[in-house]
């Protein structure tokens, strides 16, 4: 069985999250469990971004530093 669950304990489960939320939520829950999932497996395959390039704006500050320590 599942993790020592028996038929008997998954139906009692299902009948208390059908009277929690109800039978007209049961989809919408589903679909964004499904969809955490799936973005879930996604971020776990592609590998880390690291962008390494040098912004503008500090390379300009760098050598105005060093125009300046020469003056």
């Known amino acids: 069985m599942l993790g020592g669950l ?4 998954l ?6 999250i059908l009277i ?3 039978a007209g939520k049961l989809p919408e829950i589903g ?8 973005s879930f497996k996604k971020a776990i395959k592609e590998p880390d971004e690291i962008d ?3 912004k ?3 390379q ?5 530093a060093k125009e300046e320590s020469k003056e």
Request: aromatic fraction near 6%; charged fraction near 30%.
């Open 6 to 9: 028996g038929v008997w304990e």
């Open 11 to 16: 139906i009692i489960i299902l009948v208390i």
């Open 20 to 22: 929690i939320f109800g």
């Open 31 to 38: 679909g964004s469990l499904g969809k955490g999932i799936k």
């Open 52 to 54: 390494i390039t040098p």
């Open 56 to 58: 503008k704006e500090n």
């Open 60 to 64: 300009e500050a760098k050598e105005e």
